[in-house]
């Protein structure tokens, strides 16, 4: 039987749960930069294993930051309410299941998957008797984030020319360990692997590949005051010359890629791409703002996914033009990440 300011024993006991779960989140934080893998970043924190630890506490997400540790990013505003509720003076049984929705621990996802295994309840021995509710109505927006590191493999990622003449090659991309360009793909993990569009050599004349990822269900952060970023590292060197500006571009879709849309990413694109007339058919990419020239080194970038693109049939792409002018090293691309804050 439930009761209200006077069951000591109740408020005890909640407040005791309340503690262990702000202990266990603060532990999340160095949680990475304790492990010893070999996967990225350094021996230290790596993108995907601070995503799985953060999601394994329940928050949205993580990043490493300059010193090796792994930084959760903070529960989303619906989070932050349940909490206030948790701490109210007369507990009731909608308040008791706030905390435990709040408080699910996910299971560690593998490169490419969403977090969906068994879960545990950190309220479960707060009054068992008395916590009674539905079950879950659907996903939490958490579980969407997602890594990739492609150290395994390409984890269902596809390529393919657009707009291409009928016959030719004009799809240069290829996952491996590059010899040319950075030499090396972000990270210092022994089974390092990441896309390029010339792992070799310089990138041929005239491509217009497309690099895919595997379509996501982005559906539970489409309402709610969420913000869903996609984060990713690359190191590019285009060919530059007058009228003539190789270049790669990202493009999102919500409907599993029957359309896309280019979004530019926090700090804006480079400029806008070039093509020449040495090319057979239209290059895709002509007269698009994008990534152009060279970077110089590994960066990270940040996307913004709108709302209305948060749904379940979302995909996104890195799609690269070249004419006929000359050729770079080009495009080379790692650790690619869906995030929730």
């Not at 299971?107 to 009054?127: I, K, L, N, R």
């Not at 409907?255 to 806008?272: E, K, L, R, S, Y």
């Not at 379940?312 to 090293?329: E, M």
């Amino acid at each position: 039987m439930r009761t209200g300011r006077g069951n000591l024993p109740f408020r005890t006991a909640m407040l005791a749960a309340l503690a262990g779960l702000g202990a266990a989140l603060a532990a999340a934080h160095g949680a990475c930069a304790a492990e010893g893998d070999d996967q990225d970043h350094g021996a230290g924190c790596t993108l995907e294993s601070c995503i799985s630890s953060c999601l394994a506490e329940g928050l949205p997400g993580g990043r490493c930051n300059a010193e090796g540790l792994c930084l959760c990013d903070p529960a989303p505003p619906d989070a932050d309410a349940d909490a206030e509720d948790a701490l109210d003076e007369t507990p009731d049984r909608t308040d008791v299941h706030d905390v435990r929705e709040d408080g699910r621990v996910d299971g560690e996802a593998t490169d490419g998957e969403a977090v969906d295994g068994d879960t545990t309840d950190v309220a479960e021995d707060v009054a068992v008797e008395d916590v009674a509710g539905p079950e879950d109505s659907g996903p939490r927006c958490s579980t969407v984030a997602t890594a990739w590191t492609f150290n395994a493999g390409a984890a269902g990622w596809t390529h393919e020319a657009v707009l291409a003449p009928p016959s030719g090659s004009f799809d240069p991309w290829a996952l491996g360990t590059p010899t040319t360009g950075p030499g090396v793909c972000h990270g210092t993990a022994t089974t390092n692997q990441c896309w390029s569009t010339g792992l070799a050599a310089a990138y041929p004349a005239c491509q217009r590949g497309a690099l895919r990822s595997p379509t996501r269900d982005l559906s539970p952060c489409a309402v709610g005051a969420y913000t869903v970023e996609l984060v990713f590292w690359h190191w590019y060197d285009f060919a530059a010359a007058a009228g003539s500006l190789d270049g790669g571009v990202v493009e999102l879709s919500g409907d599993d890629g029957a359309t896309w849309t280019a979004i530019a990413p926090v700090g804006g694109w480079d400029g806008a791409i070039e093509a020449d007339a040495g090319c057979d058919g239209t290059l895709y990419t002509d007269g698009h703002d994008g990534f152009v020239r060279g970077s110089g080194r590994w960066v990270q970038e940040t996307v913004s996914i709108p709302a209305e693109l948060r749904t379940a049939q979302f995909a996104f792409r890195f799609v690269f033009g070249s004419d006929s002018a000359g050729q770079a090293a080009g495009w080379f691309i790692d650790d690619v990440a869906i995030v929730v804050r």
